[in-house]
């Protein structure tokens, strides 16, 4: 069974930078996706990024294309979202997920347990 831990997260003003990391254990599929969702308070869950773990294809939803950057590291079991120029509207808590074939909409099969980013003005 994969587990996802998230790590990362903080209060950082707008136009900052943050980099979240998840660290992936129980990975035995070689056809694995791993990605980011958020909720912001009274907003429901949306997708982030996402990468495939074997060939490192990468996915953004609009809003953040040009300033998130989703990686992998194989070594080290662990996918990262680089996230610069933040805005207030990124506020929101921030999930790793997973699945072997991702969905279109969040019923994606493993969740971490969640990092809280804050963006100030």
């Known amino acids: 069974q994969v587990q996802l831990v998230e790590s990362g997260g903080g209060l950082v003003q707008a136009g900052g930078s943050l980099r979240l990391s998840c660290a992936v254990s129980?990975?035995?599929?070689?056809?694995?996706?791993v990605g980011w969702f958020r909720q912001a308070p009274g907003k429901e869950r949306e997708f982030v990024a996402a990468?495939?773990?074997?060939?490192?294809?990468?996915y953004y939803r609009t809003s953040v294309k040009g300033r998130f950057t989703i990686s992998r590291d194989k070594a080290k079991n662990t996918v990262y979202l680089q996230m610069d120029s933040l805005k207030i509207e990124d506020t929101a808590v921030y999930y790793c997920?997973?699945?072997?074939?991702?969905?279109?909409?969040?019923?994606?099969?493993?969740w971490g347990q969640g990092t809280q980013v804050t963006v100030s003005s």
């Open positions: 997920v997973g699945d072997e074939s991702p969905p279109a909409d969040s019923s994606w099969a493993a």
């Open positions: 129980g990975l035995t599929f070689s056809n694995y996706a």
């Open positions: 990468i495939a773990w074997s060939g490192g294809s990468t």
